[in-house]
């Protein structure tokens, strides 16, 4: 099955700076790449997707970039803020050719901490 | 007011007993599923199911049950033999791609 990496497990940053967070997967047929983020004592929401038709995705001041060649993905985040610090989580899904159950598999998740 | 349901918030409850955490919808969504979240690991998949009357183990399913008798409902069962089930309970539901994710049922065992 599916086996999805994330880096880091914490990272901190000033206010303003921007942040990188890395997954990696292992299944070369999943083909939708979402990003979650999950503030403290909530419920986890999609911020940004991305599909393995297309390169790079932004939205605002976030992006997101996919290399299929490498199966990595990242998640970039500019301008920070100190309402961006959460938990983010990457995850992949196979596509309906695959013989697996097509389900999402999750990272491990990056705490993410804007310091004012 | 749409969106994704899940009760009880917090639970507590001794060891060796069976509890069911309920979770509902009104997405009009055919796919719904359980991820269990500790920390460090992020979200792992108990159960999902893709339509009504039918659901399959996700990658930690042993030691849980479910249902799936209406579109609405998917109730989660943690029995006795669930070896560490204290946890937080994520129910999710989703068509083709974004999941909704309910507020959470964080589950203690005394």
């Known amino acids: 099955g599916e086996n999805v990496e994330q880096h880091p497990s914490t990272l901190s940053v000033q206010e303003g700076d921007s942040a990188v967070i890395k997954c990696t997967y292992s299944d070369s047929a999943s083909n939708y790449f979402p990003w979650y983020k999950q503030e403290l004592g909530k419920r986890p929401q999609l911020i940004i997707d991305i599909r393995s038709n297309v390169g790079e995705k932004k939205d605002q001041r976030i992006a997101v970039t996919l290399n299929k060649t490498a199966k990595h993905f990242s998640l970039h985040i500019t301008e920070t803020q100190p309402e961006d610090s959460a938990v983010y989580f990457c995850?992949?899904?196979?596509?309906?050719?695959?013989?697996?159950?097509?389900?999402?598999?999750f990272g491990s998740g990056t705490q993410l901490t804007v310091l004012p | 007011d749409g969106g994704i349901t899940q009760s009880p918030k917090y639970l507590f409850r001794k060891e060796g007993q069976n509890v069911t955490l309920s979770c509902e919808q009104n997405?009009?969504?055919?796919?719904m599923y359980w991820y269990r979240q500790d920390p460090g690991q992020g979200l792992r998949l108990i159960y999902y199911s893709q339509i009504v009357n039918d659901f399959q183990k996700g990658d930690i399913a042993e030691g849980y049950s479910v249902s799936r008798e209406k579109k609405e409902s998917f109730p989660l069962t943690v029995t006795s033999a669930q070896k560490n089930p204290t946890a937080f309970y994520l129910c999710a539901s989703g068509r083709t791609g974004e999941l909704f994710f309910g507020e959470g049922s964080r589950l203690t065992v005394l």
């Open positions: 995850a992949a899904r196979a596509g309906i050719s695959s013989g697996s159950a097509r389900q999402l598999t």
């Open positions: 997405l009009n969504h055919d796919a």
